[in-house]
């Protein structure tokens, strides 16, 4: 028996070994690399030699660097919009396809497509829909608003269009999470929550959010994550313009490193971002114990 | 049970085998290894005796290594240029290959090089020449030009790629600026084609006008958001990104009315697409090739590698050329992107290094792929015979003269000012235009607003790259 189970638990992380060791080569070494690059003075043309330990500068520069910092409020205000918005509308889309629908099945593969699209061919699209001679203008048009904006070229716009574009795009996964989380909420908590007046809307509010409020919790933090890793939408879609107006930390870390060629600091703005996920989703992990229900 | 675990076993080693089947040592893939012969200008006779070398190829039999990509490998040009100098000077080279870095990648002959690999010829743009002379990469050549009595200004001019006072590269071609023209969008409107002489911007703008009609798609003008537009105007008026001691000089009021001419032809006088339109992607950057609605364009002389691609670009209207707009009041100018040999210090052997990439840069040239050759000492009769035999051999059926590409491509007289800002923090000045003059061309900020904005986050800017 012990060496059976002995054989059984060495099978199991055989089965893990190869991702354990992958993860720890390509993710887990550059991770302390770019920690270690953040703490020192490493352009991309200095040579080893003149490499010399800098401490916090390069962090203190960053509080310091106003564009840096307006990067870091475009990020703030990305994720947003982005979480809450992927959150209802994944649960929204999950609760009206679960049931009661006609071509469900077909409905969840229409929802979920976007999300294995090729983010530079949704973006050619996207860009001639919404442009000048698009067919969202031309409706505006037609309808007598006089000068409807460009969304992708208008400062104030861009960048929640930016968000919106990425949620449609992403929201496939939220709802299929949800639907398999709705699959487990039982029914005779919805039959006496029936039974005792309660309309469909409390029904929801009531029972099934607090019984999927795991899921909740998994799907937060992971969107939370994705809203970070917003680079490919925005460089595909403005390219961080206009001018500014959607360069966030993703694409001014990217534009540091590989433009300005200041591999140190676009290593400590990465830390920062990874301290700012960290601390928020310490603070959800710890509030967790009072609103997800298991 | 013991087949499953069996069976599992073999699921876990194909799994491991299959991940790790694409490594492969990164020197297999990524470069090749070459041998340096470091011989010297001898031979060796049948009995085994050394004898002086008696060919006048003074560096017969040694070996160099050029930094090329697989693309450069494969080229006929590069193919049949180390075959020349091969029978011209005996130098053996051997092509070193560097992966094409992906956008956003490091360059890696740049890495190469840092890294101590010893690499005899590189090739680069002039900016990105700069790059590799910031980071010490490069060998200046004063020094070597002038133990061999050669005058490298005689030659080249001021196409010579000069950091910190001291020459880094020798041009082999240059990229220059033109202005091209659909000849169908004058016929129609009934403007006569536009003469060389004294072209200046507001000739361009004035005949623009005549051209234009946006009713019926048609544009007098167009050019592209490069960040280089938005300040040309101050450029060729000679005005200079840095001041005398290092920061940014972009308070000259020039580079103001630099970016308000750029952005007024399309926003106010409405002669090509706005700065909104141009932002949005509405025009591709071929879009001039690959439309007929399109009078004017003014870019580099790629282009022409666009025209000629009757396959790719079907047209049933001809094509003109005119040397680039000037503003008027200045010398004639143009900008110009020059193509670079060079030395790094790793190389072993400078002086046969420096052989071959004298060669490389005075001939390249005559191989016949419509290069235009940097040099300045060319006499107007192999100026026009290579303008009949090579530039112009595609462009008899647009009309285009042997005049036209001398007024266009070889006027000593114009100026030839670089095509970007090239300096300390280059790369993040040109940056900050791009951003900044799309924020006031599409009304977002003020021009004032906009200038300073340029001016503080170059300084500072400046002032990193310092550090």
């Known amino acids: ?172 996964l939220n709802m299929i999470v949800y639907l398999a989380a709705l699959q487990g909420v039982p029914k005779a908590l919805n039959e006496a929550a029936r039974i005792d007046g309660a309309t469909r809307f409390q029904q929801i509010i009531h029972v099934t959010l607090p019984v999927v409020s795991p899921t909740t919790f998994f799907l937060s933090i992971s969107s939370l994550i994705t809203s970070l890793q917003n680079f490919t939408v925005i460089q595909s879609l403005t390219q961080g313009g206009p001018g500014q107006a959607t360069t966030v930390m993703s694409i001014n870390i990217v534009r540091t490193a590989f433009t300005r060629f200041d591999t140190s600091y676009a290593s400590a703005q990465a830390m920062v971002m990874f301290a700012v996920v960290m601390l928020i989703t310490l603070v959800q992990w710890r509030g967790q114990k009072k609103w997800v229900t298991y | 049970m013991k087949k499953m675990r069996l069976l599992s076993l073999i699921l876990v080693f194909t799994m491991a085998v299959n991940l790790f089947a694409g490594c492969t040592k990164a020197d297999e893939d990524n470069s090749s290894q070459t041998t340096v012969d470091n011989g010297e200008a001898t031979t060796e006779t049948e009995n085994g005796q050394e004898t002086e070398d008696t060919s006048g190829k003074k560096y017969d039999g040694v070996t160099l290594k050029w930094a090329v990509t697989e693309t450069g490998a494969s080229t006929g040009e590069n193919v049949e240029l180390i075959e020349k100098i091969k029978e011209d000077l005996g130098i053996n080279i051997e092509f070193t290959i560097v992966p094409t870095p992906k956008d956003g990648e490091i360059d890696r002959t740049l890495v190469s090089l840092m890294a101590g690999d010893e690499l005899d010829i590189v090739y680069s743009a002039t900016p990105s020449l700069k790059i590799y002379q910031s980071a010490g990469v490069l060998t200046p050549l004063d020094e070597l030009a002038e133990n061999m009595g050669y005058d490298m200004k005689e030659v080249f001019g001021e196409n010579l790629p000069v950091f910190d006072g001291a020459v880094y590269g020798l041009p082999a071609y240059s990229d220059i600026w033109l202005t091209f023209y659909n000849k169908k969008v004058f016929d129609d409107a009934g403007v006569p084609y536009p003469e060389a002489e004294g072209w200046t911007w507001e000739k361009y703008i004035e005949t623009a006008e005549k051209l234009t009609d946006i009713e019926n798609g048609v544009w007098g003008s167009y050019m592209l958001d490069y960040n280089n537009y938005y300040y040309m105007y101050a450029t060729q008026k000679g005005a200079d990104a840095y001041k005398a001691d290092g920061t940014a000089n972009f308070d000259d009021p020039l580079y103001s009315e630099a970016l ?116 300045v000492n060319l006499s107007d009769e192999e100026i026009t015979r290579y303008i009949e035999e090579e530039l112009g051999a595609d462009f008899v059926d647009d009309g285009i003269t042997v005049e036209d590409f001398r007024a266009g491509w070889f006027d000593a007289e114009r100026i030839p000012y670089p095509e970007k800002i090239i300096g300390t923090a280059d790369t993040s000045i040109n940056q900050i235009w791009f951003e900044e003059a799309q924020e006031y061309g599409l009304g977002i900020k003020p021009l004032e607003e906009t200038m300073q904005s340029i001016q503080e986050r170059s300084n500072r800017a400046i002032e990193e790259a310092k550090q």
């Open chain 1, 1 to 172: 028996m012990k060496r059976r189970q002995l054989m059984e638990t060495l099978t199991g992380y055989m089965f893990i070994v190869p991702y354990i060791l992958l993860f720890t080569i390509f993710t887990g070494i550059p991770f302390v690399i770019a920690m270690g690059l953040s703490f020192v003075n490493v352009k991309y043309i200095t040579k080893l030699d003149n490499i010399q330990f800098v401490g916090l500068e390069n962090f203190v520069r960053f509080f310091s660097d106003p564009d840096a910092l307006a990067a870091l409020e475009r990020t703030a205000i990305y994720s947003l919009i982005y979480v809450p918005l992927i959150m209802i509308i994944g649960f929204v889309l999950a609760v009206i396809l679960n049931k009661g629908v006609f071509f469900k099945k077909s409905l969840r593969s229409m929802v979920f497509l976007p999300y294995v699209s090729n983010m530079v061919a949704v973006a050619v699209v996207f860009r001639l829909l919404l442009g000048a001679r698009g067919p969202v203008v031309g409706l505006l048009l037609k309808l007598g608003v006089e000068n409807p904006p460009i969304l992708l070229t208008d400062a104030k716009l861009v960048l929640p269009t930016v968000v919106a574009i990425a949620v449609w795009k992403s929201v496939g």
């Open chain 2, 260 to 375: 308000k001419f750029f952005a007024d032809l399309g926003n106010e006088k409405e002669i090509q697409p706005t700065m909104g339109m141009l932002a949005a992607g509405e025009y591709p950057w071929n879009a001039f090739a690959a439309s007929d609605n399109i009078g004017m364009f003014v870019c580099g002389g790629w282009v022409t590698s666009l025209l000629k691609n009757h396959e790719k670009y079907p047209r049933e209207w001809k094509a003109g050329i005119l040397p680039m707009p000037y503003p008027e009041g200045s010398e004639a100018s143009t900008l110009v992107v020059n193509g670079n040999y060079a030395i790094p210090t790793t190389s072993a052997n400078k002086e046969a290094a420096f052989e071959a990439v004298k060669y490389m840069a005075e001939n390249q040239y005559e191989l016949g792929y419509g290069r235009v050759p940097a040099r």
